[in-house]
């Protein structure tokens, strides 16, 4: 009975870790859903991937590239596992990139471009959940592109302050622009929301290689949540660390808020305003 208690209370401590003070980043994610219906605020989803590298150990019912693609279904199973890292491997890498595996990682691409619009442009959905005050989170980086080739990577900021445990939780508050921020399974459903805007002084978008008005492809990385990876003010990166089966990000979908009308959408709006005008001068 001891051995029970103390296992329970050591589970209970590990979950409590990293969330005993909100932190600055406290906006709400994007709803999957309104009621039962997909929301409406999406007017596109992922229609292809590319690219599709987990990370060693990434049990094979996980890898499902095709899952990722269409609505948000709010299902934790309905995913692509990117994988995890343990420590030799991530030493590995660091040491010799070129020679052994790295994070996990997937590109997705859209049938319309995404666009720089008002506001949140597109939101990733992974299937993190809440357990107590924190979240069981694994996190990973964001890129855009145009071309495929280049990417910018959206600045990131993680003040979780040490390691959560391979089963522990964050403070989502914690952290910002990085997919895995917010929860989607067992019945609650939100996407991490990004905006274009915030790469308008990127290198990639300055020097003319990465058009924010043209965006096709997106790209998940996994971050292993050991502090080895660091967001963009070089603070290292904690989340639940190390997984397994599924480990690391686990992406369900990637919906678009913002982007280019297709031709239909626009002859469309041209014929509505054309039959304003038509009106305008009969009356």
Not at 174 to 200: I, R
Not at 209 to 232: A, C, E, M, Q
Not at 237 to 254: F, K, M, N, Q, R
Request: hydrophobic residues 40%; negative net charge.
């Amino acid at each position: 009975m001891k051995i029970k208690l103390f296992a329970i209370l050591t589970f209970l401590i590990i979950f409590s870790m990293g969330t005993a003070s909100a932190g600055p980043y406290t906006g709400d994610g994007i709803a999957g859903f309104v009621g039962s219906d997909v929301n409406p605020v999406f007017n596109g989803w992922a229609t292809g991937y590319q690219n599709y590298n987990p990370a060693p150990g990434v049990s094979a019912g996980w890898q499902q590239p095709g899952q990722t693609l269409g609505p948000v279904t709010g299902s934790n199973v309905d995913i692509a596992s990117l994988g995890d890292l343990n420590q030799d491997q991530i030493d590995a890498w660091l040491a010799d990139p070129q020679n052994n595996p790295g994070p996990g990682e997937i590109t997705l691409t859209f049938e319309t471009p995404i666009i720089n619009g008002s506001g949140y442009d597109f939101a990733v959905f992974e299937n993190g959940f809440m357990s107590g005050s924190g979240l069981f989170a694994e996190l990973g980086y964001v890129d855009v592109s145009t071309d495929g080739n280049n990417f910018a990577r959206f600045n990131s900021v993680s003040l979780t302050s040490g390691p959560v445990g391979g089963y522990g939780t964050i403070d989502p508050t914690d952290v910002h622009n990085l997919a895995g921020k917010h929860p989607n399974a067992y019945g609650t459903s939100e996407g991490t929301g990004f905006d274009l805007e915030e790469l308008l002084l990127n290198d990639m978008v300055l020097a003319g290689l990465v058009d924010l008005n043209d965006i096709n492809y997106v790209r998940i990385v996994d971050i292993p949540g050991s502090g080895d990876f660091l967001d963009s003010l070089g603070n290292p990166i904690y989340d639940a660390w190390v997984t397994w089966g599924s480990g690391g990000v686990d992406l369900e979908a990637v919906g678009v808020i913002n982007s280019v009308p297709v031709p239909g959408a626009l002859w469309l709006l041209g014929s509505g305003l054309f039959g304003l005008v038509v009106i305008r001068r009969k009356k």
